[in-house]
């Protein structure tokens, strides 16, 4: 096994700039024994769409995190993410109608008209907190809206978030179990208030309905369903457009090339996946004795697939791979996950970040930095917490 000394469990670790030693990864020791954390680390993008395409070799059933105590776990909450076949793809036919394209393309005028607003509140002269006001509340509003939340409750939901999220860190207030509390006493109310009165276009009631007609969830399931749209939704499209926002005025070459060729949009989006990674990773459990690389791996260690570090794999991405580029085509990343996991809401991410950037570009262009940045203390989602920007 390597001698590579890396801190790979400390949050720290990502909260920094960790490329430079996911690059030692790759060339080093591909499949990584992380002695402190007692897992694998896999850093190259053969070996993570490997492990992502066979969930009968490589489990989510005990957690998708690194091992921490301070990280949400299969002990805390019957997510889907925690399921194998047969139950997960069970699980996610039932609202595969809500993340279907027609359903997603027919959403675009209301966040388009979302993104203008909070775009028109942008003062300008003034330095503002890009990750707060601009990055956070369209997410926010989308997901509350798609679960029929009342908009008073809008800012209530952005905390509960960010507490469960950033459990970890000493900036975001409110602790991560009073605000799963008070997440589940919403959600039960929400629910409650469905079953009594269904709505025709309503993802609560979608469920509830289809419960009702004998499908194979409960209650829990369906809360389940509305904690992991509320968070997952939530903090990577937040994270999305606070990191691409940052991507582009540090690379004002690549912010003037897409001023001038808008059209290419789409690309800047799939970019800013790749380069920024929303998610860091996600994480398997080997179901049996296997080799990977030549390493012998043993049922029942953990395997995290670093997504930052496969990303800029340059066997797949070329020479160029650690470079940001609007223009990169094809771009295959990996940001979304493969395979069974591959997360069922990345085209509704792409969407709000799309026409988000629209509305931004032409502000953009007379943006500028306008003091340190400051990232969240975690490891799956080390997002921008604070970023002062100025609109000229």
């Given at each position: 096994?390597?001698?590579?000394?890396?801190?790979?469990?400390?949050?720290?670790?990502?909260?920094?700039?960790?490329?430079?030693?996911?690059?030692?990864?790759?060339?080093?020791?591909?499949?990584?024994?992380?002695?402190?954390?007692?897992?694998?680390?896999?850093?190259?993008?053969?070996?993570?769409?490997?492990?992502?395409?066979?969930?009968?070799l490589?489990?989510?059933?005990?957690?998708?995190?690194?091992?921490?105590?301070a990280?949400?776990?299969?002990?805390?909450?019957?997510?889907?993410?925690?399921?194998d076949?047969?139950?997960?793809?069970?699980?996610?036919?039932l609202?595969?109608?809500?993340?279907?394209?027609?359903?997603?393309?027919?959403?675009?005028?209301?966040?388009?008209e979302?993104?203008?607003?909070?775009?028109?509140?942008?003062?300008?002269?003034?330095?503002?907190?890009?990750?707060?006001?601009?990055?956070?509340?369209?997410?926010?509003?989308?997901?509350?809206?798609?679960?029929?939340?009342?908009?008073?409750?809008?800012?209530?939901?952005?905390?509960?978030?960010?507490?469960?999220?950033?459990?970890?860190?000493?900036?975001?207030?409110?602790?991560?179990?009073?605000?799963?509390?008070?997440?589940?006493?919403?959600f039960?109310?929400?629910?409650?208030?469905?079953?009594?009165?269904?709505?025709?276009?309503?993802?609560?009631?979608?469920?509830?309905?289809?419960r009702?007609?004998?499908?194979?969830?409960?209650?829990?399931?369906?809360?389940?369903?509305?904690?992991?749209?509320?968070?997952?939704?939530?903090?990577?499209?937040?994270?999305?457009?606070?990191?691409?926002?940052?991507?582009?005025?540090?690379?004002?070459?690549?912010?003037?090339?897409?001023s001038?060729?808008?059209?290419?949009?789409?690309?800047?989006?799939?970019?800013?996946?790749?380069?920024?990674?929303?998610?860091?990773?996600?994480?398997?459990?080997?179901?049996?004795?296997?080799?990977?690389?030549?390493?012998?791996?043993?049922?029942?260690?953990?395997l995290?697939?670093?997504?930052?570090?496969?990303?800029?794999?340059?066997?797949?991405?070329?020479?160029?791979?650690?470079?940001?580029?609007?223009?990169?085509?094809?771009?295959?990343?990996?940001?979304?996950?493969?395979?069974?996991?591959?997360?069922?809401?990345?085209?509704?991410?792409?969407?709000?970040?799309?026409?988000?950037?629209?509305?931004?570009?032409?502000?953009?262009?007379?943006?500028?930095?306008?003091?340190?940045?400051?990232r969240?203390?975690?490891?799956?989602?080390p997002?921008?917490?604070?970023m002062?920007?100025?609109?000229?």
């Amino acid at each position: 096994m390597s001698g590579l000394q890396l801190p790979l469990h400390d949050p720290e670790f990502y909260r920094g700039d960790p490329f430079p030693a996911f690059r030692r990864l790759r060339e080093q020791s591909p499949v990584h024994w992380h002695a402190e954390g007692g897992w694998w680390a896999i850093s190259r993008w053969d070996d993570v769409r490997e492990v992502s395409s066979r969930p009968d070799l490589f489990s989510s059933a005990s957690g998708v995190m690194i091992p921490d105590p301070a990280e949400i776990g299969p002990g805390d909450i019957d997510l889907m993410l925690f399921t194998d076949p047969p139950r997960h793809r069970a699980l996610r036919q039932l609202i595969r109608d809500v993340f279907a394209p027609r359903r997603i393309r027919a959403l675009e005028p209301r966040i388009r008209e979302l993104a203008r607003g909070v775009v028109e509140r942008i003062p300008a002269g003034a330095a503002l907190d890009f990750a707060e006001e601009v990055a956070a509340p369209l997410p926010t509003i989308v997901i509350a809206e798609l679960l029929g939340i009342d908009p008073a409750d809008w800012e209530r939901f952005r905390s509960w978030s960010d507490a469960i999220i950033g459990e970890l860190d000493p900036q975001v207030p409110g602790r991560r179990a009073e605000a799963q509390e008070a997440l589940h006493r919403y959600f039960l109310e929400v629910i409650e208030d469905r079953r009594r009165r269904p709505r025709a276009d309503d993802f609560v009631s979608g469920l509830l309905a289809a419960r009702e007609r004998g499908a194979p969830i409960d209650e829990n399931d369906v809360y389940c369903f509305c904690w992991l749209l509320l968070t997952a939704g939530n903090e990577t499209t937040r994270n999305l457009i606070a990191q691409g926002t940052h991507a582009l005025l540090s690379h004002p070459e690549q912010l003037a090339q897409l001023s001038r060729e808008p059209g290419r949009m789409h690309r800047a989006v799939e970019e800013m996946l790749r380069w920024c990674v929303p998610s860091q990773y996600m994480a398997r459990t080997a179901a049996c004795d296997l080799e990977l690389r030549g390493q012998k791996i043993r049922a029942g260690q953990k395997l995290v697939m670093l997504y930052g570090a496969a990303n800029r794999d340059p066997e797949v991405f070329g020479p160029d791979a650690e470079a940001f580029r609007i223009d990169r085509d094809p771009n295959p990343h990996l940001s979304f996950g493969y395979g069974e996991h591959v997360c069922m809401g990345a085209g509704l991410a792409r969407l709000e970040a799309r026409l988000m950037f629209e509305e931004l570009l032409p502000l953009l262009r007379r943006a500028a930095l306008d003091g340190p940045v400051t990232r969240m203390r975690a490891t799956m989602t080390p997002g921008i917490l604070h970023m002062p920007v100025t609109f000229a």
